[in-house]
Each structure stands twice: as structure tokens, then as C-alpha cells.
């Protein structure tokens, strides 16, 4: 069973930056692709980035030159590096690990955590 927990969020101003990261437990991680999305009150979950195993990035079209994503596989975490935060990157962050078994593709999610961009 994976287990994912997120960290790094919190409250910062606009223009200011935070390092979200995601540790997770088991034993595929290095052979799963990664992904952080967010969610905002009363809206639906969207993909801001993801990393394949083999390092290929891509992001949502709104955190493009902004934010990065990368992976420590030693570590078995992965980071999103958020820069020029807006107040529309509120929101509750989560991490996913997508694992090809093979004959299908297994989710898993972990319990979010929150950045809120204000002033």
C-alpha cells in the first residue's frame, strides 16, 4: 500500500514562494509517474504539473515559467517549486502517484495541503 504525504504549504503573499513536497511510501515510486493538482473551493480538481519516471515534466498552461515540478527518487519524494504566487493559486494541493501495473493503472492520492495567497 503507498502512502503520500504532502507539506510545504502555508499562507504567503502575493509574488512570494513556497516548496511544496510529497513523501511517499512503498517501493514503486521510482517506476511512477507523479503529479501535483489543487483544488480551490467550489471547483473541480485540476493538474498543475506532472513528472514521468523518466524525469519528462509538463504543467498546466497557468503555472507555465512559474512553477516546477521535479523528483528525488532517494528520496522517494517529489517537489513543486511555486514562484510569483498569485491570489488565484489558492488552494488545496494534492500529490499523486500513477503506477502501471501492467495491465492497468493504479491512483493514489494523498490528504492535500493548503496554500493561500493574500495579502
Known amino acids: 500500500q503507498v502512502q503520500l504525504v504532502e507539506s510545504g504549504g502555508g499562507l504567503v503573499q502575493p509574488g512570494g514562494s513556497l516548496r511544496l513536497s510529497c513523501a511517499a511510501s512503498?517501493?514503486?515510486?521510482?517506476?511512477?509517474?507523479m503529479g501535483w493538482y489543487r483544488q480551490a473551493p467550489g471547483q473541480e480538481r485540476e493538474l498543475v504539473a506532472r513528472?514521468?519516471?523518466?524525469?519528462?515534466?509538463n504543467y498546466a498552461g497557468f503555472v507555465k515559467g512559474r512553477f516546477t515540478i521535479s523528483r528525488d527518487n532517494a528520496k522517494n519524494t517529489v517537489y513543486l517549486q511555486m514562484n510569483s504566487l498569485k491570489p488565484e493559486d489558492t488552494a488545496v494541493y494534492y500529490c499523486?502517484?500513477?503506477?502501471?501495473?501492467?495491465?492497468?493503472?493504479?491512483?493514489?492520492w494523498g490528504l492535500g495541503t493548503q496554500v493561500t495567497v493574500t495579502s
Open positions: 513528472i514521468s519516471s523518466a524525469g519528462g515534466t
Open positions: 512503498g517501493s514503486i515510486f521510482s517506476s511512477s509517474a
Open positions: 499523486n502517484l500513477e503506477h502501471w501495473t501492467g495491465r492497468s493503472t493504479d491512483y493514489y
